[in-house]
């Protein structure tokens, strides 16, 4: 679906196997003291010149700084999910609120997972020549707000969308997509999983958006579609060929599980009566987890929201059609942190008793700060369900692999120069490219013109390389732009350009696109 596809091999890692519960317990309470960590050093900030208390705090910043393995994240980045079964409907006009656009902290990546989107074979194809209507909404509210598409995937109705801050950009890398059909034992793609997976500031992240199969009695299908999408899907990076190789995986989408048990009245009982507790025993994916260890991996927030499904569209009732289904939290968001490495039968006995690799030199946790729904769209017999996160991470690194420059002035008057610098090695390709993008563009493939890179020989490191952008292809009109090197290998762009000004061209006033202006007058 996008031209975002393939990426270089990296370098070799050893797989990691399954840790034991202890090892997630022992990571929700770092999570925790971290958390407290962060209490003690507003409190510090706050504290008068008081020895004795400064003390007292010290201890305990040391003693928590001891038990989080020595190691406080420096970045903090927000992650905003969303997962919604349209039902082939058309996108409301406006998805502000389901973006949650002025929250703060703000965001930093959005990901978005669809199901159903509307794929008949006119509509589909028509969706393959241009961006479909789903994508166009989300893209035309985010660009404003300097969000950029990273990429998308999409199999038949089943659709998943990345944006980052372009910020960002630079540092989201290796991406690469796929998908796995389940519908009809697995040549049709109405059911199974499309996924993302990149590598962010160096942490390998993967996003799986899933649709499984329906109805109440197919809760052990849903299982095996979905153990079989884990063991299926596979990635060309050689320390991250599976999804669960990754250091986190959110999987997310309808999953369909439904209420066993009770009746339609008691959950409407309980569900009119804000006791959702009540139903939260008997929810399938919360039963099949006691029984299915890869599942105990996942982890989720409280259901503390209205069950998603299924509503009378444009309304807050549940389905009061003839077959009145059953209300159930189909539409879920999940996240697992790799398991820490178990340690070798080789290892001494000292080193055995301890699954948690306490000296990890960049860790990343993993904190939700909402679950909820929206109750406030009703295109679909499904709500939108949102979760955002805190994404606390050391970076890997931070210097973009290319660093781009405008030389001069620009205008369409005569041809642009430009500089470009390798400063990290990189599988770089005399097929890269350095894009002219207009601020607030959407996506890699949203640029006004681009222009080759050198293509005798491939560039030293710090070598500075002047190359220019022919005038004809330079906007007559001028504006705020940016340079943006796009590798090929890397399926992302790799370095931008400070933004600059374009002048508006001489040509504009004589082609009639601008008016002349003689003795301050137009």
Request: a negative charge.
């Given at each position: 679906?996008?031209?975002?596809?393939?990426?270089?091999?990296?370098?070799?890692?050893?797989?990691?196997?399954?840790?034991?519960?202890?090892?997630r317990t022992s990571q929700r309470s770092k999570v925790v003291l971290r958390q407290r960590l962060t209490h003690l050093l507003t409190c510090v900030e706050d504290m008068s010149s008081d020895d004795e208390a400064g003390e007292e705090v010290s201890r305990s910043l040391d003693e928590a700084f001891h038990l989080c393995g020595g190691y406080v994240p420096t970045d903090a980045f927000r992650l905003h999910m969303v997962t919604w079964n349209v039902a082939t409907a058309e996108p409301p006009e406006d998805v502000a609120s389901l973006m949650q656009l002025d929250v703060q902290p703000p965001?930093?990546?959005?990901?978005?997972?669809?199901?159903?989107?509307?794929?008949?074979?006119?509509?589909?194809?028509?969706?393959?020549?241009?961006?479909?209507?789903?994508?166009?909404?989300?893209?035309?509210?985010?660009?404003?707000?300097?969000?950029?598409?990273?990429?998308?995937?999409?199999?038949?109705?089943?659709?998943?969308?990345?944006?980052?801050?372009q910020m960002h950009l630079p540092f989201i890398r290796n991406i690469?997509?796929?998908?796995?059909?389940?519908?009809?034992?697995?040549?049709?793609?109405?059911?199974?999983?499309?996924?993302?997976?990149?590598?962010?500031?160096?942490?390998?992240?993967?996003?799986?958006?899933?649709?499984?199969?329906?109805?109440?009695?197919?809760?052990?299908?849903?299982?095996?579609?979905?153990?079989?999408?884990?063991?299926k899907q596979d990635f060309d990076i050689t320390d991250t060929p599976h999804v669960r190789d990754h250091k986190v995986v959110?999987?997310?989408?309808?999953?369909?599980?439904?209420?066993?048990?009770?009746?339609?009245?008691?959950?409407?009982?309980?569900?009119?009566?804000?006791?959702?507790?009540?139903?939260?025993?008997?929810?399938?994916?919360t039963m099949m987890k006691k029984n299915e260890?890869?599942?105990?991996?996942?982890e989720e927030g409280p259901l503390n929201f209205k069950p998603t499904y299924k509503f009378n569209r444009n309304s807050d009732t549940y389905d009061t059609s003839g077959k009145k289904r059953?209300?159930?939290?189909?539409?879920?968001?999940?996240?697992?942190?790799?398991?820490?490495?178990?340690?070798?039968?080789?290892?001494?006995?000292?080193?055995?008793?301890?699954?948690?690799?306490?000296?990890?030199?960049?860790?990343?946790?993993?904190?939700?700060d909402k679950y909820t729904c929206d109750m406030s769209y009703g295109v679909s017999d499904h709500k939108p369900v949102i979760a955002t996160f805190s994404l606390e991470l050391k970076k890997c690194y931070d210097t973009p692999q290319v660093?781009?420059?405008?030389?001069?002035?620009?205008?369409?008057?005569?041809?642009?120069?430009?500089?470009?610098?390798?400063?990290?090695?990189?599988?770089?390709?005399?097929?890269?490219?350095?894009?002219?993008?207009?601020?607030?563009?959407?996506?890699?493939?949203?640029?006004?013109?681009f222009v080759w890179v050198r293509e005798e020989e491939l560039p030293e490191i710090n070598e500075v390389i002047q190359i220019s952008m022919d005038k004809d292809e330079i906007p007559l009109l001028g504006g705020q732009f940016v340079l943006g090197y796009y590798s090929t290998n890397m399926q992302s762009i790799i370095g931008f350009s400070a933004n600059f000004q374009i002048l508006e061209s001489k040509r504009a006033v004589m082609e009639g696109l601008v008016p002349e202006n003689i003795n301050g007058l137009k």
């Open positions: 679906m996008d031209f975002l596809r393939h990426s270089p091999r990296l370098r070799s890692d050893s797989m990691s196997s399954s840790a034991s519960q202890s090892s965001t930093d990546i959005y990901v978005i997972g669809l199901q159903e989107v509307n794929a008949t074979p006119v509509r589909f194809i028509s969706d393959l020549l241009v961006e479909d209507s789903w994508s166009h909404v989300f893209m035309e509210t985010l660009a404003p707000r300097g969000f950029v598409k990273v990429t998308s995937v999409r199999m038949q109705g089943l659709l998943l969308l990345v944006f980052a801050k690469q997509t796929t998908y796995t059909r389940t519908g009809i034992f697995g040549y049709w793609g109405n059911k199974g999983g499309v996924s993302v997976r990149f590598s962010f500031y160096g942490h390998m992240v993967c996003f799986l958006n899933c649709h499984l199969a329906a109805h109440m009695n197919y809760a052990l299908q849903r299982v095996d579609e979905i153990e079989h999408i884990l063991e959110f999987w997310f989408g309808d999953l369909n599980f439904r209420i066993a048990d009770h009746g339609l009245h008691f959950l409407r009982s309980s569900i009119n009566s804000e006791r959702l507790n009540l139903l939260w025993s008997k929810d399938q994916l260890p890869f599942l105990q991996e996942f059953k209300p159930a939290w189909t539409d879920r968001i999940l996240w697992r942190i790799k398991p820490k490495t178990l340690p070798s039968e080789d290892d001494d006995d000292q080193a055995s008793m301890s699954t948690v690799d306490e000296t990890e030199e960049y860790p990343l946790l993993v904190i939700q660093h781009v420059s405008p030389l001069g002035a620009w205008c369409a008057d005569h041809d642009g120069l430009l500089t470009y610098t390798v400063q990290e090695d990189f599988m770089s390709s005399t097929w890269d490219w350095i894009g002219l993008y207009k601020v607030g563009f959407k996506s890699a493939s949203d640029y006004e013109t």
